[in-house]
């Protein structure tokens, strides 16, 4: 077990390391491509006051003199020693631009996560332990209306509810704890939603089981249950929904902080976009890749941990699923 876990834990460490490559490599090749030339566009801005020669060496500091293979291979080779190049706007290093919104985008975005796995856990509940006038019909259409209502039109709502008419927090201060609490139910209460779509399915197989009937049958209370029977082997797929979520996270993240004024990523990229800053355009989305690559890697590499029922083979991953699952649970190998 151990030797096809170290297998598959390298092969798939491996395709890491090649997806985030391909990634930046792609995202090298759209942004060279943009429409607009960011020499002309910034450099030679008579605002900016740079003179022939100055543009010259900024040029040549840059490489942007060079061939693009030449351009692309320098800007790989940096950026896999973690050096993002000089901003063409600011001149400053990219790396201090991003250390500098990155911690107030990584709150956000934690605080997020939580409000949406706690309030998918809620929901979940609910569904299984209230009567089924309220848990079979309600309850049960939140994850659907959560799904069709934008991230920034519920933060406007929140802003205008709690903000304007209750005064629990000011607009002026975005970093305020009231008003990132806001801003992270606006962030999370999409992503909840297909936490608790996987999480209630898994609810209503593992509650049809004779384990559980044997469980009620003995007199074991309604959480109990839930959290020491049900909640564990249907919560397993949550992992991957959840490791699938941070993309959906990093991307409102950029919205969400612009409805309510946080200076974060979305702030950089935005001025990045409108002043053509391609240094720093092509680190954030790059460092974007990269963390929704690690994050299903480790999703990857903690499921088979957490589930009995997958079994490695020739660093392969299968789940173990019975051709009599529904009745007796015996195990038999499939591919997953």
Known sequence: MRNAYLTYAAKRLAQAVVVILMAYVFTFVVVSILPGDPV???????????TEAEIAEIIAAQGLDQPIY??????????????????????RPVST???????????????ALAVALALALLIAYGTQFLPKRYGQGALRAFPSLFLSVPSFVIGLTLIHLFGFQLGLFRVIEPDSFWATFFAAVALGIPVSAKIAEVLIANLDHESR??????????????????????????SLPVVTVIALAVGDLLGDTLITEAVFGRNGVGSLVQRSVVTQDLPVLQAVVSLAAVVFVLVNLIADLVYPLLDPRVKLVGGRKRQVVDSETEATNTPKEVTA
Do not use: C
């Not at 631009?97 to 605080?111: C, D, K, R, Y």
């Not at 004779?210 to 564990?232: D, I, N, P, S």
């Open 40 to 50: 002309t566009s910034v450099l030679r801005d008579p605002q900016n006051g740079f």
């Open 70 to 91: 030449v351009q692309l291979w320098n800007s790989l080779s940096h950026f896999v020693t973690g050096d993002f190049g000089l901003s063409m706007r600011s001149s």
């Open 97 to 111: 631009l991003i250390a500098e919104v990155l911690p107030s985008t990584l709150i956000l975005a934690s605080s």
């Open 209 to 234: 089981q004779e384990y559980a009937a044997v469980a009620r049958g003995r007199g074991l209370g309604q959480t109990r249950l839930f959290f020491k029977h049900l909640f564990k082997p249907s």
